[in-house]
């Protein structure tokens, strides 16, 4: 069964930067988009943005345009997801969850983009 | 943005109840509307896709219908490892939002 792993929990100073990272553990990334979710202590689920690999595309949520960087590497199945400019407010769990599995022209079809499969999360806590 | 609301915030609820949670969208989204569980500490888990299409693996005690800006959640028959929090979430258009959750607990 097909897994997101995500990277370690990660704590970073105000100002820098942070890359999380999402690997499937079968198959590639040609077949389906990533979206990066988080959640802050407490909180609600916030969605950031996504990132089509096999197309290169990426859309982000305005509130982290400038900060977000959505990257993935084909070869390896890997997602990253690089936040910049940090603040204590961005301390959260920061999750990727993936769309399903199809045919890449039906990538950019409205009726797949809703997510099947989630990592487990990823801690990024910013203190100073 | 849409903005997505739920109603209650909150249920309590004992095991066995049918339990309903709605949602509803600022402007119409067809039928581009998820449902995710959430257990503390854990990562969300996909229920609900197309308003009303369950994903492989759900138990047929949860069901989703509506279309348009309202919707709802279903549970028939509430078991204890349904006590967690349900979001909805719309994907019709950027950026893709969330409602603010409603938390299932035991009465």
């Known amino acids: 069964q097909v897994q997101l792993v995500q990277s370690g929990a990660e704590v970073k100073r105000p100002g820098s930067s942070v890359k999380v990272s999402c690997k499937a553990s079968r198959g590639t990334f040609s077949s389906y988009s990533i979206s990066w979710v988080r959640q802050a202590p407490g909180q609600g689920l916030e969605w950031m943005g996504r990132i089509i690999p096999i197309f290169g595309t990426t859309n982000c949520a305005q509130k982290f345009q400038g900060r977000v960087t959505l990257t993935a590497d084909e070869s390896t199945s890997t997602a990253y997801m690089e936040l910049s400019s940090l603040r204590s407010e961005d301390t959260a769990v920061y999750y990727c969850?993936?769309?399903?599995?199809?045919?890449?022209?039906?990538?950019?079809?409205?009726?797949?983009?809703?997510?099947?499969?989630w990592g487990r999360g990823t801690l990024v806590t910013v203190s100073s | 943005d849409i903005q997505m609301t739920q109603s209650p915030s909150s249920l309590s609820a004992s095991v066995g109840d049918r339990v309903t949670i709605t949602c509803r969208a600022s402007?119409?989204?067809?039928?581009?509307l998820a449902w995710f569980q959430q257990k503390p500490g854990k990562a969300p888990k996909s229920l609900i896709y197309?308003?009303?299409s369950l994903q492989s693996g759900v138990p047929s005690k949860f069901s989703g219908s509506g279309s348009g800006t309202d919707f709802t959640l279903t549970i028939s028959s509430l078991q204890p490892e349904d006590f967690a929090t349900y979001y909805c979430?719309?994907?019709?258009?950027?950026?893709?939002?969330f409602g603010p959750g409603t938390k299932v607990d035991i009465k």
């Open positions: 979430q719309q994907y019709h258009s950027y950026p893709f939002t």
């Open positions: 197309a308003a009303s």
């Open positions: 402007q119409g989204i067809s039928n581009y």
């Open positions: 969850a993936r769309t399903p599995s199809v045919v890449p022209p039906l990538l950019s079809d409205r009726d797949y983009w809703f997510f099947d499969l």
